[in-house]
C-alpha cells in the first residue's frame, strides 16, 4: 500500500481530481460503517477504559469526520449516494462482517492494519507540496498527532490484549485488511459505470 499510485500520486502533485473525487465520495461512506465497527468493539471491550476511550473514537467519527465529508462533498458537488464499486463494497462489507463476528482483539487487529498504514503514508505525504486545499488537508488530517494516538492506541490495544497464541490469527486479518484497503484504493481509478 505505500507504494500504491494513490499514495505516490499524492506525494507527486499528480493525483487526478476525478480520482481524489471518486475517493471522497467511497471514504465518506466507510465512516459510516467504521462507526459501526467501532460500536462492535465498544459492545466486546475487556474493560470500562477500554470502552470509554471507543466511545471518544466514536463520537470523533460521528461529530468530526462525518461533516468533514458532508462539507467537502457539498463544496467539491459531489453526492454521498452514488453506488460503490465492487473494490469499495468488498472493503466496508469484509471489515463489517469481521466487526459482526469478530472478537474485540480481532476488530481492533483490523483497525489497527487500516489506521496504522494511513499514519504512515500520510506523515510521508504531508511532507509534499499538494496544490488541492482538500486533498492538502485530508492528507494532514491522518498525519496529524489526534490520528496517530489513535493508530498508536490501537497498537497497544493489540500488544496488551493478544497473546502469542493469536499471533497467526491476527496475522491473518492484518493482512487481509492491507489487501482490501488496496482494493479499495483502486477503485478511484475506474471510471463509475
Known sequence: MLSHRFVTQIEADALPRDVFDRYLVYEGAFVDTAIAIFAFAVARAPD??????????????ADEQVPYFETR????GLSADAALPP?????????LRLAEEGSFLEIVTAMFAAEWMYWNWCVRAAGAPIADPDL?????LHAEETFAAQARWLKDAVDRYGREADLDRLTDIFARVT????????APYEEPA
Do not use: C, K, Y
Not at 469499495?88 to 469484509?94: K, L, P, V
Open 48 to 61: 470500562i477504559a477500554t470502552r470509554r476511550h471507543l466511545i471518544g473514537v466514536l463520537a470523533a467519527l
Open 73 to 76: 462533498l457539498a463544496a467539491r
Open 87 to 95: 473494490q469499495a463494497a468488498a472493503f466496508r462489507d469484509g471489515m
Open 136 to 140: 492538502r488537508a485530508w492528507v494532514a
Open 179 to 186: 489487501e482490501l484497503e488496496i482494493a479499495f484504493h483502486h
